[in-house]
């Protein structure tokens, strides 16, 4: 497997939740409060503050952001900062934020929290459909974190980290709701922590694993692993595929400050794969 090279200058304190929009790669700093943009071809990189730790930042239909972050939904224009609240569907939870998202192939959004104590079952997956009804879709969970559909859209694939597994669930594209819950892949033998994860052209998914400088190749069918990608930051935090052909694969990392050498906050890019992924979609919101 080829090796990653750190691209850009930005050394985020927890880089996350990478999307490829518009030739650019979209992610967030959690920790510095910020949603970040960034033009591999040129190097130029651009920062949005939030003032709030940001789970996640996904394009609209509209154009704007929808993000997440400590205090509930909010839509941000990335150019003014300005910020619009959606929900907050937690507010009696303080040390609850939203933490990672995806938008399902009919456009709906879901999104997780975290519970930052690591009260087990203390958080939840949410659904946003375009109307803004905001439903559980799955729960209790603990950290809520990646998620990825097959490319019929008739399975998604989820992890709640500190359970160390990939589930899957049927998807119905007329109520967005989700069925038949079942584990796909074990990882409760490994020291690391499944985190971000993407899907490939093949059905395969990627899969970044925190505390354990990696992204690892899953075959959702046999629960095995098929290829790993060594990541020189022990914090390897989510991947996505991107680039001119789609077949470049973007990794975001955390810092992890008593490793020496340690490469942790930079954006990582494995270029020109055998496989690629499919474009993301935008959030139907309503303009």
């Given at each position: 497997m080829k090796k990653p090279e750190a691209i850009g200058s930005r050394v985020s304190r927890w880089g996350e939740g990478p999307v490829w929009w518009e030739d650019s790669l979209l992610y967030v700093d959690i920790e510095s409060h910020e949603v970040v943009l960034l033009d591999p071809a040129s190097g130029t990189e651009r920062s949005c503050p939030?003032?709030?730790?940001?789970?996640?930042?996904i394009p609209c239909e509209s154009g704007r952001l929808i993000c997440g972050g400590d205090n509930g939904l909010f839509y941000l224009d990335f150019d003014s900062g300005t910020k619009t609240l959606i929900i907050d569907p937690e507010p009696n939870l303080p040390n609850n934020r939203?933490?990672?998202?995806?938008?399902?192939?009919?456009?709906?959004?879901?999104?997780?929290?975290?519970?930052?104590?690591?009260?087990?079952?203390?958080?939840?997956?949410?659904?946003?459909?375009?109307?803004?009804?905001l439903t559980e879709a799955y729960g209790p969970v603990t950290n809520s974190n990646g998620t990825a559909w097959t490319a019929d859209g008739s399975t998604v694939y989820y992890i709640d980290t500190p359970s160390k597994e990939v589930k899957a669930f049927d998807y119905d594209h007329g109520t967005g709701e989700l069925s038949r819950v079942r584990v796909v892949i074990d990882t409760k033998d490994e020291p690391s922590?499944?985190?971000?994860?993407?899907?490939?052209?093949?059905?395969?998914?990627?899969?970044?694993?925190?505390?354990?400088?990696?992204?690892?190749?899953?075959?959702?069918?046999?629960?095995?692993?098929?290829?790993?990608?060594?990541?020189?930051?022990?914090?390897?935090?989510?991947?996505?595929?991107g680039g001119p052909t789609g077949h470049d694969l973007y990794i975001t990392t955390g810092i992890k400050a008593d490793r020496e050498g340690d490469q942790g906050g930079k954006i990582f890019v494995v270029r020109d794969l055998p496989v690629g992924g499919a474009a993301v979609v935008p959030f139907k919101d309503k303009g």
């Open positions: 939030v003032g709030e730790r940001v789970g996640f930042a939203f933490n990672d998202a995806k938008v399902s192939p009919d456009g709906r959004l879901f999104a997780g929290t975290i519970a930052l104590d690591k009260t087990k079952g203390a958080a939840r997956l949410y659904r946003l459909d375009p109307d803004q009804k922590s499944p985190d971000g994860m993407t899907i490939d052209s093949e059905g395969m998914l990627w899969i970044a694993f925190c505390h354990g400088a990696r992204v690892t190749r899953f075959d959702p069918a046999t629960g095995r692993e098929i290829a790993r990608i060594e990541v020189p930051a022990y914090e390897t935090t989510s991947c996505t595929f």
